[in-house]
Protein backbone atom coordinates (compact mmCIF):
# COMPACT_ATOMS: atom_id res chain seq x y z
CA UNK A 1 0.00 0.00 0.00
CA UNK A 2 1.85 3.56 -0.86
CA UNK A 3 2.05 5.49 2.13
CA UNK A 4 -0.05 8.73 2.72
CA UNK A 5 1.22 11.35 0.29
CA UNK A 6 3.03 8.60 -2.03
CA UNK A 7 5.63 6.70 -2.79
CA UNK A 8 9.47 8.12 -3.24
CA UNK A 9 10.97 7.78 -6.67
CA UNK A 10 13.31 5.62 -4.31
CA UNK A 11 10.71 3.17 -3.22
CA UNK A 12 9.36 2.85 -6.47
CA UNK A 13 12.50 1.82 -7.98
CA UNK A 14 12.96 -0.55 -4.78
CA UNK A 15 9.76 -2.16 -5.68
CA UNK A 16 9.80 -2.39 -9.45
CA UNK A 17 13.18 -2.93 -9.93
CA UNK A 18 13.62 -0.25 -12.04
CA UNK A 19 16.48 1.80 -11.80
CA UNK A 20 15.90 5.83 -10.63
CA UNK A 21 16.95 6.84 -14.05
CA UNK A 22 14.84 4.38 -15.79
CA UNK A 23 11.89 5.58 -14.40
CA UNK A 24 12.65 9.36 -14.54
CA UNK A 25 12.54 8.40 -18.71
CA UNK A 26 9.17 6.64 -18.62
CA UNK A 27 8.17 9.71 -16.94
CA UNK A 28 9.50 11.87 -19.95
CA UNK A 29 7.80 9.77 -22.45
CA UNK A 30 4.27 9.69 -20.78
CA UNK A 31 4.10 6.43 -19.33
CA UNK A 32 3.77 7.78 -15.20
CA UNK A 33 2.94 11.45 -13.89
CA UNK A 34 3.69 11.48 -10.62
CA UNK A 35 2.54 14.43 -7.95
CA UNK A 36 4.59 16.60 -6.43
CA UNK A 37 5.15 17.58 -2.66
CA UNK A 38 5.45 20.61 -1.42
CA UNK A 39 9.27 20.72 -1.50
CA UNK A 40 8.63 19.43 -5.14
CA UNK A 41 10.05 16.06 -4.87
CA UNK A 42 7.70 12.88 -6.80
CA UNK A 43 5.24 11.23 -5.50
CA UNK A 44 3.90 8.14 -7.23
CA UNK A 45 0.79 6.07 -6.45
CA UNK A 46 0.28 2.26 -5.68
CA UNK A 47 -1.20 2.07 -9.03
CA UNK A 48 2.18 3.49 -10.83
CA UNK A 49 3.83 0.19 -9.39
CA UNK A 50 1.25 -2.13 -12.18
CA UNK A 51 2.04 0.93 -14.87
CA UNK A 52 5.84 0.52 -14.80
CA UNK A 53 5.45 -3.34 -13.81
CA UNK A 54 3.36 -3.82 -17.44
CA UNK A 55 6.27 -1.43 -19.32
CA UNK A 56 8.97 -3.28 -17.89
CA UNK A 57 7.60 -7.01 -19.00
CA UNK A 58 6.16 -5.84 -22.26
CA UNK A 59 9.64 -4.22 -23.25
CA UNK A 60 11.27 -7.78 -22.44
CA UNK A 61 8.69 -9.28 -24.41
CA UNK A 62 10.19 -6.85 -27.04
CA UNK A 63 7.05 -4.23 -27.33
CA UNK A 64 8.18 -0.94 -28.20
CA UNK A 65 7.83 1.89 -26.23
CA UNK A 66 5.89 3.46 -29.16
CA UNK A 67 3.60 0.29 -28.78
CA UNK A 68 3.19 0.97 -25.11
CA UNK A 69 2.39 4.79 -25.14
CA UNK A 70 -0.42 4.05 -27.53
CA UNK A 71 -2.08 1.66 -25.37
CA UNK A 72 -1.48 3.46 -22.40
CA UNK A 73 -3.32 6.53 -24.28
CA UNK A 74 -6.83 3.99 -23.52
CA UNK A 75 -5.47 4.34 -19.76
CA UNK A 76 -7.63 7.39 -17.71
CA UNK A 77 -5.67 10.68 -16.84
CA UNK A 78 -5.50 11.70 -13.10
CA UNK A 79 -7.48 9.09 -11.95
CA UNK A 80 -6.14 5.33 -10.76
CA UNK A 81 -6.96 2.81 -13.76
CA UNK A 82 -9.57 0.41 -12.66
CA UNK A 83 -9.72 -3.27 -13.42
CA UNK A 84 -12.02 -2.37 -16.39
CA UNK A 85 -9.34 0.37 -17.88
CA UNK A 86 -6.86 -2.40 -17.64
CA UNK A 87 -9.44 -4.85 -19.57
CA UNK A 88 -9.92 -2.93 -22.31
CA UNK A 89 -6.52 -2.20 -23.28
CA UNK A 90 -5.61 -5.79 -22.66
CA UNK A 91 -7.66 -6.81 -26.00
CA UNK A 92 -6.10 -5.12 -28.48
CA UNK A 93 -2.32 -6.22 -26.51
CA UNK A 94 -4.12 -9.43 -26.23
CA UNK A 95 -3.72 -10.03 -30.14
CA UNK A 96 -0.28 -8.43 -30.52
CA UNK A 97 0.58 -10.86 -27.89
CA UNK A 98 -0.67 -14.05 -29.49
CA UNK A 99 0.78 -13.04 -32.09
CA UNK A 100 4.24 -13.39 -30.52
CA UNK A 101 3.13 -16.49 -28.77
CA UNK A 102 2.54 -17.83 -32.49
CA UNK A 103 5.63 -17.01 -33.56
CA UNK A 104 8.03 -18.42 -30.37
CA UNK A 105 6.13 -21.84 -30.68
CA UNK A 106 6.79 -21.79 -34.82
CA UNK A 107 10.77 -20.99 -33.55
CA UNK A 108 10.54 -23.57 -30.73
CA UNK A 109 9.00 -26.55 -33.24
CA UNK A 110 11.24 -25.71 -36.56
CA UNK A 111 14.47 -24.84 -34.40
CA UNK A 112 16.27 -27.65 -35.27
CA UNK A 113 14.14 -27.96 -39.05
CA UNK A 114 14.45 -26.10 -41.99
CA UNK A 115 13.30 -22.52 -41.68
CA UNK A 116 13.18 -21.81 -45.11
CA UNK A 117 15.55 -19.32 -45.14
CA UNK A 118 17.48 -20.10 -48.52
CA UNK A 119 20.30 -21.73 -46.53
CA UNK A 120 19.89 -24.89 -48.22
CA UNK A 121 22.75 -26.15 -45.38
CA UNK A 122 20.55 -29.03 -43.68
CA UNK A 123 19.38 -32.27 -44.69
CA UNK A 124 15.99 -31.38 -44.30
CA UNK A 125 15.92 -28.84 -46.49
CA UNK A 126 16.32 -30.73 -49.62
CA UNK A 127 13.07 -32.01 -48.65
CA UNK A 128 11.40 -28.96 -47.40
CA UNK A 129 12.75 -26.00 -49.32
CA UNK A 130 14.70 -28.08 -52.57
CA UNK A 131 16.13 -25.50 -54.42
CA UNK A 132 15.15 -22.74 -52.20
CA UNK A 133 11.81 -22.87 -53.42
CA UNK A 134 9.91 -20.87 -50.90
CA UNK A 135 12.07 -17.98 -51.50
CA UNK A 136 9.42 -17.28 -54.46
CA UNK A 137 6.93 -16.05 -51.24
CA UNK A 138 9.47 -13.59 -50.00
CA UNK A 139 12.64 -12.75 -47.93
CA UNK A 140 13.11 -14.21 -44.92
CA UNK A 141 12.90 -17.29 -42.68
CA UNK A 142 9.58 -18.27 -44.69
CA UNK A 143 8.55 -21.10 -42.39
CA UNK A 144 9.18 -18.97 -39.26
CA UNK A 145 7.08 -16.20 -40.86
CA UNK A 146 4.15 -18.59 -41.08
CA UNK A 147 4.50 -20.45 -44.44
CA UNK A 148 3.81 -24.20 -44.59
CA UNK A 149 5.89 -26.59 -47.17
CA UNK A 150 4.27 -27.14 -50.31
CA UNK A 151 1.47 -25.84 -52.03
CA UNK A 152 3.89 -24.31 -54.87
S1 LIG B 1 17.19 -24.04 -42.94
FE1 LIG B 1 17.66 -22.57 -44.38
S2 LIG B 1 16.71 -23.27 -46.17
FE2 LIG B 1 16.37 -24.83 -44.78
Redesign the pocket.
Known amino acids: MAPKGGLTIGQLAARTGLAVSAIRFYEEKGLVNPDRSETGQRRYEGADIRRLSFVMISQKLGFSLAEIQKLFRGLPDGRTPTKSDWSRISKSFRTSLDARIHQMELLRDKLD ?10 T ?2 AL ?2 PD ?1 R ?1 GDRGAG ?1 RYLLGDEPGGD
Open positions: GCIGCGCLSLACYNDIP
